[in-house]
Each structure stands twice: as structure tokens, then as C-alpha cells.
């Protein structure tokens, strides 16, 4: 028989998870309403920019809002781009300092938590002058180069968790048989942290892929948006009569992120292992 207390504790929990769930059903709920602005019936026409690729069909809508599969292809060029670069420079910086003796290490470590912990928006003016400087203003480009350095801390301190969990002895095994230190990263470290390598990926490729501040910020031309520019231009000037169109395109823009995190997410729980050993 279940105590009281138990089943207290089994509601509350409950209760939580339907409040953290109502804003999805409400989205699916609107994306296949026929009404534009209330739940009524059900109807399939809201995903019609599947099939044609254009948000509207009246001239001064689609001349602003781009081809969606454009954006689309924005948007994933963004998120592939931003999680190979955090990637690699990750890799290489976490094996720098686990294995070698850096001067200040403790103190560039605890610099790159509090670089992680700088809000982004207080260095977008940094950010803009900086990439207008570079030529890189306006591009998406500029914007994945932007987005990597921001997420670059957290890489390099999670890839150094994942370092620290090697056991010396197979790097120095290596190291006497032969190789040098760049083959033995190579050949030897980089395989064995392939756990923490796939679980940097996946999470650079969900943020790179929910990213709109830079985006918002540091580009000016519709060609170049991705999907969260275009869900903000759409709540901005159909906010109040269009809910339904939306819906259907934020269902479109979050269902890929759904089905990569159930297929990732043993990546992402190892995560935090890397951390507590880092």
C-alpha cells in the first residue's frame, strides 16, 4: 500500500511536469487549429511552406520572409559549423592543459569558467565592432565564428574532464614505445575520450542550432537568417493574427532538435561525468 506522503510526493511531481509540458501541447494544438488565433478543428494547412517552401503567397510577405528551406539550410550550417570548431580547438586545448605543465593553469581555468558565466548580450557592441572590423559583419560566417568563441570555455573545460579520466599509464606506455606527443593524442588520447568528443558535438550542435541573439544582433539580411530569426520576425509582425503559422513553423523548427536529442542524449548524460571528473 502506498504512504500517504508517497503519493503527495507523486502529484506534486506530476503537477510540475504538466505545467513544464502545457506550452508544447499548446503549440501542437495550435499548429493544426483552422483557426489563426484559437484551438478550433484540425486542419493540415499551416505546414503548406513544407511543400512549397514559402511562408506566404501575397508578394510583400514573401519578398521579406526567405524560402524555409533556405533558412533551414542556414540554420544547419550554423549548428554543423559551430560544433566542428568548438570541436577541435576544445580537443586540443583540454589536452594542453591536463597533460602538460601550464604556468597559471589553475588560474586560466577558473578564467574560462567566468568567460562561460559573461552574459552574451554584454559583449555584442564588442562583438559587432570587432566583426564590422574584420569584414565579417553581416555574415553568417561572422556569426559561427562569434557563436564558437562564446562556447569555446565550456568546450575546453569539459573536454579537460574527459582528459583527466585517462590513466596516465596508457599515455606514457605510448610515449616509451615510440611515439611522440602530437601521434599519441592522436592515435591514443583522442579515441579513448571519443564519449566525451561526441557529447561536446551534440550539445555545440543543439546550441549553434537554438541560437538568436547573434543572429539578431549581427545580421541584417533576410538571406543569411535562420529559423529563430524568422520565428521572431513572424511573432513580431503576425503576432496577434497568425498563431497558428507560428506554431506550425516553431513545431517544424523544434522537432528536429526532439528527435536529435533521443537519439543523442547518452552523449549528454555523459557530460556531466566528464565534469565531475575534470
Not at 40 to 57: H, S
Not at 151 to 157: A, H, I, K, M, N
Amino acid at each position: 500500500m502506498a504512504r500517504p506522503h508517497g503519493i503527495v510526493v507523486n502529484l506534486v511531481a506530476i503537477a510540475i511536469a504538466a505545467i513544464g509540458m502545457a506550452p508544447f501541447a499548446l503549440l501542437i494544438l495550435l499548429a493544426f487549429s483552422k483557426s489563426p488565433t484559437s484551438l478550433e478543428g484540425f486542419t493540415l494547412d499551416n505546414f503548406a511552406f513544407l511543400i512549397t517552401g514559402k511562408l506566404f503567397t501575397e508578394a510583400r510577405y514573401s519578398s521579406i520572409y526567405p524560402d524555409i528551406y533556405v533558412v533551414t539550410l542556414n540554420t544547419l550550417i550554423l549548428a554543423l559549423s559551430v560544433s566542428g570548431i568548438v570541436v577541435l580547438l576544445s580537443s586540443m586545448a583540454g589536452y594542453v592543459l591536463s597533460r602538460y605543465s601550464v604556468p597559471g593553469r589553475g588560474f586560466m581555468l577558473g578564467l574560462i569558467l567566468a568567460l562561460h558565466g559573461i552574459p552574451v548580450i554584454i559583449l555584442l557592441i564588442g562583438l559587432y565592432f570587432l566583426l564590422r572590423s574584420m569584414g565579417m559583419i553581416n555574415s553568417l560566417l561572422g556569426v559561427t565564428m562569434a557563436k564558437a568563441v562564446l562556447d569555446l570555455p565550456l568546450g575546453v573545460w569539459v573536454m579537460k574532464g574527459f582528459y583527466d579520466g585517462v590513466p596516465w599509464d596508457i599515455e606514457i606506455a605510448s610515449i616509451v614505445d615510440g611515439a611522440g606527443r602530437l601521434r599519441t593524442w592522436l592515435r591514443i588520447m583522442m579515441p579513448l575520450i571519443r564519449p566525451g568528443i561526441a557529447a561536446l558535438a551534440v550539445l555545440e550542435f543543439i546550441s549553434g542550432w537554438g541560437e538568436f541573439l547573434l543572429i539578431y544582433t549581427l545580421i541584417f539580411s533576410n538571406t543569411s537568417w535562420t529559423l529563430s530569426m524568422v520565428i521572431r520576425g513572424l511573432i513580431g509582425e503576425m503576432g496577434s493574427v497568425n498563431l497558428n503559422l507560428i506554431a506550425a513553423l516553431s513545431l517544424y523548427y523544434f522537432i528536429p532538435v526532439l528527435l536529435f536529442f533521443i537519439f543523442t542524449q547518452k552523449y549528454l548524460l555523459r557530460v556531466s561525468l566528464g565534469g565531475v571528473r575534470g
